[in-house]
């Protein structure tokens, strides 16, 4: 079982350059999230999506947007990617929101010259 | 002020010990706890839920929660050299008009010492 796939795994940006990461996952899960984390500060929220259609804020949504493509995918795009926004990416998913366990990708580490 | 709180660590334990993780919150409304574990340059893995007051025990780990403190606290026994990773606490909190937000402390290093 593939769980939750994000793509890719490693990426480097220039300042100002945009991109989109890539999350899919295959458990039939309701609800999807994006996390940040950076060294010291554990994971934070940027978005989250508790059933296909809807997205909400977590703690840290600016410079991001989402799109809950279907039931499988959730996309996070850095429109103008800055240096601030270097940082290791998780998507992950649970069965519903906020109750049941979550299940994390392996991660997209992501560098912004 | 965090809303999940973890002693940073690191948490030195002897192998064949008892290791003691603690995790305070502040939504008292919360309802569904978890605790994972994360390996450097890795994902982190789920390794216990506990929705209700009281101990829960898988293995070499019990979770233990007391929602009328706030808090949460994870032991593991006999800790083994594997066992040297960051633990994650993570709380359900309400947000908007859902309990979706699902919140996590900033970890706590363990170390595990031959």
């Known amino acids: 079982n593939a769980g939750v796939t994000q793509t890719p795994k490693f990426q480097v940006l220039k300042t100002g350059q945009s991109m989109t990461l890539q999350c899919a996952q295959d458990?039939?899960?309701?609800?999807m999230y994006w996390y940040r984390q950076d060294p010291g500060m554990g994971l934070r929220l940027i978005y989250y999506?508790?059933?296909?259609?809807?997205?909400d804020k977590g703690e840290v949504p600016n410079g991001y947007n989402v799109s809950r493509l279907n039931k499988r995918e959730f996309s996070l795009r850095l429109e103008s990617a800055a240096p601030s926004q270097t940082s290791v990416y998780f998507c992950?998913?649970?069965?519903?929101?906020?109750?049941?366990?979550?299940?994390f990708g392996q991660g997209t580490r992501l560098t912004v010259v | 002020q965090k809303e999940v709180e973890q002693n940073s660590g690191p948490l030195s334990v002897p192998e064949g010990a008892i290791a003691s993780l603690n995790c305070t919150y502040s939504?008292?409304?919360?309802?569904?706890f978890f605790w994972y574990r994360q390996y450097s340059g890795k994902s982190p893995e789920l390794i216990m839920s506990?929705?209700?007051?009281g101990d829960k025990e898988d293995g070499r780990f019990t979770a233990q929660l007391n929602k009328a403190s706030q808090y949460v606290s994870l032991l593991i026994r006999d800790s083994q050299p594997s066992d040297s990773a960051t633990y994650l606490c993570?709380?359900?909190?309400?947000?908007?008009?859902?309990?979706?937000?699902?919140?996590f402390g900033a970890g706590t290093q363990v170390v595990v010492t031959p």
């Open positions: 992950a998913s649970s069965k519903t929101t906020g109750h049941t366990e979550a299940f």
């Open positions: 458990m039939n899960h309701n609800s």
């Open positions: 999506s508790a059933s296909e259609g809807t997205t």
């Open positions: 939504d008292r409304g919360s309802q569904s």
């Open positions: 506990i929705y209700s007051n």
């Open positions: 993570a709380v359900n909190m309400f947000e908007g008009d859902s309990w979706g937000k699902l919140q």
